[in-house]
């Protein structure tokens, strides 16, 4: 209950704040929103862009991150699978931890994901599941939230929705293509406004810590059976 209230006195004075915010962010929402993505952010230097778009039936944004890198195939399955490190890279991530090992192509993860005081943390249960095209060798690893693997504690606020994949296509000269894209409901009554505000930063950092580590030799000389190269 005192978090609750903490929470809620907390976005109380913050909305005065970010009002003029929390209406670009619905003037710059295209009319046919649910159909097509705006371009809400080019990082020319990293080569990064995201694009956002409404969800049918939500008040919370998507959104869609684009940025390319040389690079194998394998290379982002093993930096994704690297749960330890998933902390130096992932935005906001505070830990994350491999549950179980479901199988050679799918994977149960636990993170927790740290939020600015007064609003809890969140944490989450993500299903991934990884595939390649055999024409096309491009992979792509889809996540989805499991709330049916172990119940959320009193510490954190359970993100129940979510879902997202991270696609990789092969280019000309060893360069890959990498879309990130995901859609999730934090949870814990947080408006949709301010979540919707955050929705930018979140995919550019994450491609920005991806691409500072996805060169290194770890990654790049792993080998996977269920990944072919080109």
């Known amino acids: 209950m005192r978090r609750n209230i903490l929470e809620t006195s907390f976005f109380t004075t913050f909305c005065t704040i970010m009002l003029s915010l929390a209406a670009a962010l619905m003037a710059s929402a295209p009319a046919h929103a649910g159909k097509a993505w705006h371009e809400a952010h080019y990082d020319e230097k990293d080569d990064i862009r995201v694009f956002t778009r409404k969800v049918k039936g939500s008040d919370m944004m998507t959104f869609r991150a684009i940025t390319h890198v040389k690079s194998t195939l394998t290379a982002p399955i093993a930096l994704l699978e690297d749960a330890e490190r998933a902390h130096k890279w992932v935005f906001s991530c505070k830990a994350m931890a491999l549950i179980e090992q479901v199988s050679n192509t799918s994977a149960l993860y636990y993170m927790?994901?740290?939020?600015?005081?007064?609003?809890?943390?969140?944490?989450?249960?993500?299903?991934?599941?990884?595939?390649?095209?055999?024409?096309?060798?491009?992979?792509?690893?889809?996540?989805?939230?499991?709330?049916?693997?172990?119940?959320?504690?009193?510490?954190?606020?359970r993100?129940?929705?979510?879902?997202?994949?991270?696609?990789?296509?092969?280019?000309?000269?060893?360069?890959?293509?990498?879309?990130?894209?995901?859609?999730?409901?934090?949870?814990?009554?947080?408006?949709?406004?301010?979540?919707?505000?955050?929705?930018?930063?979140?995919?550019?950092?994450?491609?920005?810590?991806?691409?500072?580590l996805i060169g290194e030799e770890q990654y790049q000389t792993a080998s996977r059976q269920y990944i072919k190269n080109l």
Do not use: C, K
């Open 159 to 212: 993100i129940r929705t979510m879902t997202g994949y991270w696609q990789m296509t092969p280019q000309d000269d060893g360069v890959i293509e990498i879309v990130y894209e995901a859609h999730a409901d934090p949870g814990g009554g947080l408006p949709s406004w301010l979540v919707n505000s955050f929705l930018v930063d979140a995919p550019l950092e994450t491609l920005r810590g991806f691409r500072d």
């Open 112 to 157: 927790v994901t740290d939020m600015p005081w007064p609003v809890s943390n969140r944490d989450s249960i993500s299903e991934t599941s990884v595939s390649q095209d055999p024409d096309s060798y491009v992979v792509r690893v889809d996540i989805s939230a499991r709330n049916d693997v172990f119940p959320e504690n009193d510490d954190h606020v």
